[in-house]
């Protein structure tokens, strides 16, 4: 039975938090609806914080044609949230996740065919996997569309390199059915772990090992550099470094302006002198560090991947014995990218705000564990490069402009 439109409104308010708050979604990522009527939904709008979201905010959208009342925008998925409702009479609730676990089981092109029984109340017998098509756009509402047409009894989809879609009759049943399918994509990575590697138990450390022996990249690393943290202020940047030490670096001299300056500072000097970020920071998540001891350039697996950190992510060595050269080979490989791998030392990430940082960190974290996962299952697959190419260009031009306002 379809929400009264005030209700509806705050409940998708509600779980726009909720969301953020159980990491099921980060930033403005993702987005929710509720049924109003037979013909009307509405739909959390497009680019706006879901921590700061207000029920006036929320959009009415006609189910019919997506045309929508009021002067905002709503989210662009809005097509497939309205053929969810026009094809499902009974569904009143439906969320538009990037959950993690989901998303990396997404890439490989599989669906689960045999979902484990513990979930099957929830999620039923099988979760398909909608075909790739650009976020946003006609394509994807189609491929989407087929997959539930094709699938008329799942609640829950895989969206290949991009999220989940999310179905229920209310809103508790569509948080249910989020929740089960990330802790069901979980078993699925760690399963297949096990299959492949034929370890007894489950261990992270030794899946990122196993992953390292198979590339013939050794073992992870003992120990990493400390590349620290910087913020930028005019022609000066504060550098945290070494367990929380600061130390004021000049960026035209290089010179420390109140104490003595570590090798590491050199790099984020040479990043700022040759790009416009006002921040960097020191990624040491150990996937992220699996990742960088490959020495090999990344490519996007996921679509996020491509807008927030760049077409490519190249990995560049760190040598304190030679320090200047590595330093300008660092910043000549962040050029027109947010990050870039340190070899067997994580990465470093550069941005113009707090929103930037918390981004491009959840999103290098998903996209290395995408790398390592991935791999395992031997089903390593692109996001191909014209829409990384496009994805990028408008999230440049527009989404990064909008969200830190």
Not at 23 to 50: C, K
Not at 128 to 146: D, H, I, Q
């Amino acid at each position: 039975m379809a929400y009264e439109i005030e209700q509806a409104k705050q409940l998708v308010v509600d779980a726009g938090k909720k969301l953020v708050e159980t990491g099921l979604i980060a930033r403005t990522w993702g987005n929710v609806s509720a049924r109003i009527s037979d013909t009307q939904f509405v739909i959390t709008p497009s680019g706006r914080a879901y921590e700061t979201l207000t029920p006036d905010e929320v959009v009415v959208v006609n189910i019919e044609d997506c045309s929508h009342e009021g002067d905002i925008k709503p989210s662009s998925e809005k097509g497939i949230h309205a053929d969810s409702y026009k094809h499902h009479p009974e569904v009143d609730f439906v969320i538009h996740t990037h959950q993690k676990a989901a998303t990396i089981v997404s890439i490989t092109g599989m669906e689960i065919r045999n979902v484990y029984d513990e979930f099957k109340s929830v999620l039923g017998d099988k979760v398909p996997v909608a075909e790739y098509a650009m976020s946003t756009t006609n394509p994807l509402r189609k491929k989407v569309e087929k997959c539930m047409l094709e699938n008329p009894d799942c609640y829950a989809f895989m969206l290949k390199h991009h999220g989940t879609l999310c179905l229920g009759k209310t809103y508790e049943q569509a948080f249910e059915v989020a929740d089960a399918l990330e802790k069901c994509c979980e078993k699925v990575i760690k399963d297949n772990y096990l299959r492949h590697s034929w370890d007894k138990e489950y261990s992270a450390d030794n899946r990122r090992n196993y992953f390292l022996k198979k590339n013939d990249a050794g073992e992870m690393p003992s120990s990493i550099c400390d590349l620290g943290s910087s913020v930028r202020t005019g022609s000066v940047f504060t550098l945290t470094y070494d367990g929380g030490k600061k130390v004021d670096v000049d960026i035209a001299t290089g010179l420390a302006i109140n104490g003595i300056a570590p090798k590491c500072a050199k790099i984020h000097r040479a990043i700022y002198q040759n790009e416009n970020f006002t921040m960097i920071n020191h990624l040491t998540a150990p996937d992220v560090v699996a990742v960088s001891c490959l020495d090999e350039t990344m490519y996007p697996m996921i679509d996020d991947f491509a807008q927030i950190v760049g077409l490519d992510v190249k990995t560049v060595p760190w040598i304190d014995g030679d320090t200047d050269e590595c330093a300008d080979e660092i910043a000549k490989s962040i050029h027109k990218r947010n990050a870039v791998l340190i070899q067997g030392n994580g990465a470093l990430v550069a941005g113009n705000s707090e929103g930037d940082m918390q981004a491009l960190e959840i999103i290098m974290d998903k996209g290395c564990e995408a790398v390592v996962d991935c791999d395992i299952f031997n089903r390593t697959h692109y996001v191909p490069k014209a829409e990384c190419f496009l994805m990028r260009t408008v999230y440049l031009a527009k989404y990064s402009k909008q969200i830190n306002k």
